[in-house]
């Protein structure tokens, strides 16, 4: 009697606790929420087999309600079921995925196969894409279709196409950079197959052509995506970029009017555009001051003209008489630097010296004498308008026909707002 008293005192306890332990319902896990519009394991669209239903639907409460150690404890209950189904699969695999374990939700699925269900496709390629397996998870993940009242659906095939064509991008970025051209070119024409509705397929391409020195088929390649994506500002900036460094100002041009269009901040990056186009189509001694590693009279005078054009029809004083001006083919841009008071003429000889070197100094000089005859009380930047000489330079006081024309463009801006 004494012993079975003592066995009923050790073993109550033990069947209260277990009893108690199969009774008290799993908690959901902290900050669980079930996806709106995420696939049922429960649903139609991957029957379960007859028999198998209401165990399937008890799973499928359980994940739902983020219960998940009942979910998975449930499935594979149903593994040992002698029927199986893409329904079970899809059970375990979402018990696995929610549980943070993509590689355990892939190995539970299987294979792909031909006439599985959709929900199977769906989950697959976000367990890929939960270990950015970018590329698999949109070849899973295009064999979704597109389903009425599937808005969550719709957005993760968006978002994991988009996160592909990222990652091809930068495929073909690493491969430019790493002067593999012609597998760059196959990265970006794998872009332009498989995802024709973004404008990387072409943009890549177009990098890839030109940085094999194939300029022509670069900005054809261009041409044809601004046609397909018009308002791009990618394409754009591309066609610039591309167009600008080769000196194809023509492209350029057209490219930047359209950014400016779209973009009116760009405005300031057309005008540039503009003038560069201009003096691309400009006489040769425009080219010429533009090359001068030491600026003459004459290049500043051609300089003037061609960078600052409101000069050309502002009223000026008359021009003095000089004799070594009269005979150059460069005359009217003398004749109007003279007129503007640029610099004087030797009152004994007459002569102008347009031959003379110009340093940052006379440069600095002139720009604010032409500040004050062409805009009254504004205040010259001559010195914040032209750019400090290179580092170490043996005569920083020297002045080249770049330099000279960048700071008569920022005058030009100064003075006159940047007009055209």
């Not at 009923?8 to 008290?24: D, E």
């Not at 389903?147 to 994991?160: H, K, L, M, N, Y």
């Not at 391409?205 to 390649?221: F, K, N, R, W, Y």
């Not at 591309?238 to 779209?262: K, N």
Request: aromatic share 6%; glycine share 8%.
């Amino acid at each position: 009697m004494r012993t079975e008293r003592w066995k009923i005192r050790v073993v109550v306890p033990v069947l209260a606790v277990i009893l108690g332990s199969c009774t008290r319902p799993e908690a959901p896990r902290a900050g669980f929420r079930w996806p709106a519009g995420w696939p049922d394991p429960a649903g139609p669209e991957c029957a379960a087999p007859e028999g198998l239903e209401k165990p399937l639907r008890k799973l499928s409460e359980a994940l739902r309600a983020g219960r998940l150690g009942e979910a998975d404890r449930r499935y594979r209950e149903l593994l040992g079921k002698p029927l199986q189904s893409d329904s079970i699969r899809l059970a375990g695999a979402e018990v696995a995925f929610f549980n943070l374990d993509p590689a355990g939700a892939l190995n539970r699925l299987g294979p792909a196969a031909e006439g599985e269900c959709w929900p199977i496709s769906f989950v697959r390629a976000e367990s890929l894409a939960a270990r950015s397996s970018w590329d698999k998870a949109w070849a899973a993940m295009r064999t979704v279709p597109a389903i009425a009242g599937r808005e969550f659906v719709s957005r993760e095939r968006d978002r994991i196409e988009e996160s592909a064509v990222d990652a091809l991008v930068r495929d073909a970025q690493a491969l430019r950079a790493a002067k593999r051209v012609d597998d760059a070119k196959r990265v970006a024409a794998k872009i332009a197959l498989e995802h024709p509705k973004f404008p990387d397929g072409y943009i890549e391409t177009a990098h890839a052509g030109a940085m094999a020195g194939d300029i022509e088929g670069a900005l054809t390649v261009l041409k044809r995506g601004r046609a397909l994506f018009p308002s791009d500002q990618l394409i754009l900036d591309t066609t610039l970029e591309i167009a600008s460094g080769a000196g194809r100002w023509d492209a350029a041009l057209a490219a930047a009017e359209d950014l400016a269009r779209i973009d009116p901040s760009r405005k300031r990056a057309l005008e540039e555009v503009r003038r560069k186009w201009s003096l691309s189509n400009a006489p040769d001694a425009v080219r010429r001051a533009l090359d001068s590693q030491r600026l003459t009279r004459l290049d500043l005078a051609v300089l003037l003209w061609w960078q600052v054009p409101e000069i050309r029809n502002i009223a000026a004083g008359e021009a003095p008489i000089a004799t070594d001006v009269l005979d150059r083919p460069e005359k009217t841009y003398l004749v109007r630097a003279l007129a503007l008071g640029l610099w004087s003429v030797d009152a004994v000889t007459h002569a102008a010296h347009p031959d003379l070197a110009v340093s940052r100094r006379d440069l600095g000089a002139i720009l604010t004498r032409l500040t004050e005859r062409l805009a009254p009380g504004k205040e010259s930047k001559a010195d914040g308008w032209i750019a400090a000489s290179a580092e170490g330079s043996a005569n920083p006081d020297k002045l080249d026909g770049k330099t000279a024309a960048d700071a008569l463009l920022h005058f030009r801006h100064g003075v006159f707002g940047g007009s055209q």
